[in-house]
């Protein structure tokens, strides 16, 4: 199961945009691509063989390039803080995006010319951005808005970084001049004079004091009160680690990494090419990533022997901006208006064997399945009346029962006050059932009604029941009526946010409920004759209360808060 979820995962972030707007498609599009290699091709290819048949153009493995943001605008520079992507833009507006899906998030504007640089405070709440138009700006990113604009260049503004303890900017520009802004007065209190544009400048993360630049291929230390050097030394790139125990510092093809306190040598290696453009440390400090032109070289820095993890080859266009998202993924700008994403050394070079003896595909087919994500579970209803809780993070199987539901068409499953309850309904009943004793705890009499879906609530206090245009709710430990309501609409209308958690879950049920069927057109074909023309379905996240997508399953639940149920105190 472990594989089966990261190459559902690999296919829906590939895809992630049309899947977005219809995860239908994954039958239609996104799977009959899928690569030879993956287990998702070697699972699902003899049913594809018979429908659709991909003869040329599918690469044998996954991609390192898992997503590709395109633009309308050319991103020149990039910078990441947890799970936001800022892209600065030639056009002067400056891009946030989604650091998982690459979905935008919010535009920033306010530079006239070319974002040159970037740069996050210690936590996240203020982002500092320099441009063609020779002036800094600092931005609240919780409002989006300009907090100060800092003037006084007379270049373009090419590096920022903001110090430790957010009271100084630093900026760089090809004026010659380093400069020091008060944060608070808005005012440069120092002015470093350069003998060339300087094309990079930073504070330490560990000592607010101690800041570092480069200019005219020369690297300097400086101590900001005193404006003295520290320390000097040959290089055209450098960055630091997030923690400031370990400075990248790059000379032509000779990449070192240093302790910034010792200088003492902690790794040494060199590229093919004597042109680096960009180069950054991973979070966790064992990756060195170095872009030249349209590569990327990966090195596993961890050992005294340097090694080449992956070279990564952006085919379109030279590299314009590079950043470790992950401590093993990697976002960069193109010069081909395109923003890439990045897995280091997810390419695999031979088929993963799909054997789904040692999953649950071979059990019979699944009728429903309950994803309980606080409890790290997901339930499945079984066809033959079985029912099994499977460990999320591990997809082995932790406990099964036997139930009396056999060969129903409506069964549902869920753990509930620590019961693993089970409804099913016949034609006169619905049964509610403890699965784990093994008893029968009571039935509801439903003989003059045709129950046409059923669904456990969302808080395991209900079950509802479709019936025609009437949707039904019984409390699920005494059996009392709880409300009843009729539909205004006929029609199955899905609404998907775009939220990676939510496309990525739904992708997953669809996939596992098709299981039920022998073809996925059998499975949509069967998805519309039970809801088409019959009721409104919602699929939303609950990230407030549970953190969980409350899916298919919780459908009805979600349907009768649209229509008001809420008034009868459901």
């Known amino acids: ?37 993956s287990w998702l091709h070697q699972y699902y290819s003899a049913e594809f063989s018979q429908e659709i048949r991909v003869v040329k153009g599918v690469s044998t493995g996954w991609g390192a ?29 400056i891009a946030i995006l989604n650091a998982i899906t690459g979905i935008q998030m919010a535009i920033l504007s306010g530079h006239t010319y070319c974002v040159n640089s970037l740069a996050f405070s210690p936590d996240g709440a203020s982002l500092v951005s320099g441009g063609d138009d020779e002036t800094i700006k600092l931005w609240d990113m919780q409002t989006g808005g300009v907090v100060k604009t800092f003037q006084g260049h007379t270049g373009q503004v090419l590096s920022v970084s903001i110090s430790t303890d957010c009271t100084t900017i630093a900026s760089g520009s090809d004026d010659s001049i380093i400069r020091l802004w008060d944060i608070q007065t808005g005012k440069c209190h120092h002015i470093i004079k350069q003998q060339s544009a300087v094309v990079y400048v930073s504070f330490s993360p560990l000592d607010p004091k101690l800041l570092i630049s480069s200019s005219g291929g020369e690297i300097c230390q400086w101590d900001i009160d005193s404006q003295k050097i520290t320390s000097e030394s040959d290089g055209s790139h450098i960055a630091f680690s997030l923690d400031g125990t370990q400075l990248v510092v790059c000379n032509e093809s000779v990449v070192e990494v240093q302790n ?10 060199s590229i093919p090419e004597e042109f680096i453009a960009f180069c950054c440390i991973s979070p966790d400090n064992r990756l060195v990533a170095v872009a030249t032109y349209s590569t990327i070289y990966v090195w596993d820095i961890t050992s005294s022997n340097p090694h080449l993890l992956d070279t990564l080859i952006s085919e379109a266009s030279d590299i314009s901006s590079l950043a470790f998202s992950s401590p093993s993924s990697l976002i960069s700008t193109s010069w081909d208006k395109s923003v ?30 309950t994803l309980q994500a606080k409890d790290g579970i997901a339930i499945s209803s079984h066809s033959d009346g079985m029912v099994r809780i499977w460990d999320i993070s591990t997809g082995s199987c932790k406990a099964a029962c036997q139930t009396e539901a056999k060969d129903f068409e409506w069964i549902d499953t869920q753990l509930t006050d620590d019961r693993l309850i089970s409804v099913w309904c016949t034609d006169e009943n619905i049964c509610i059932w403890d699965a784990e004793k093994g008893e029968l705890l009571r ?20 079950v509802f029941c479709l019936n025609g245009l009437f949707i039904q709710a019984w409390s699920l430990w005494t059996g009392k009526v709880a409300g009843e309501v009729k539909l205004d609409s006929v029609y199955a209308v899905p609404v998907i946010a775009h939220d990676f958690r939510t496309t ?9 409920d098709s299981f039920t069927f022998k073809s996925p057109h059998s499975f949509i074909s069967h998805l519309t004759s ?17 953190g969980i997508y409350k899916g298919i399953n919780h459908a009805l639940h979600l349907c009768f808060e649209t229509h008001g149920f809420a008034e009868l105190g459901i």
Not at 10 to 19: G, S, T
Not at 504 to 512: H, K, S, T, V
């Open 340 to 369: 890439k994403f990045w897995q280091i050394g997810a390419s695999p070079t031979d088929p993963v064997p799909a054997n789904p003896s040692s999953t649950f595909l071979n059990l019979a087919p699944v009728i429903s399945i």
């Open 443 to 462: 039935t509801i009499d439903i003989s003059y009604r045709s129950i046409m879906d059923l669904r456990i609530s969302g808080d395991g206090s209900k």
């Open 65 to 93: 390039c898992f997503r590709t943001v395109p633009f309308d605008d050319h991103p020149n520079v990039l910078t990441c803080w947890k799970d936001a992507v800022v892209v600065g833009l030639y056009s002067g507006c």
């Open 530 to 546: 039970r809801h088409q023309d019959r009721i409104r379905l919602l699929w939303e996240i609950d990230k407030d209360k549970m």
């Open 504 to 512: 990525f879950l739904l992708c997953l049920y669809i996939l596992l």
């Open 260 to 269: 910034p306190d010792s200088k003492a040598i902690v790794a040494k290696f």
């Open 1 to 37: 199961m472990c594989q089966w979820t990261t190459d559902s995962q690999r296919l829906i972030l590939e895809h992630f945009d049309v899947l977005c707007g219809s995860p239908s498609y994954i039958y239609s599009f996104a799977l009959p691509i899928c690569p030879p290699s």
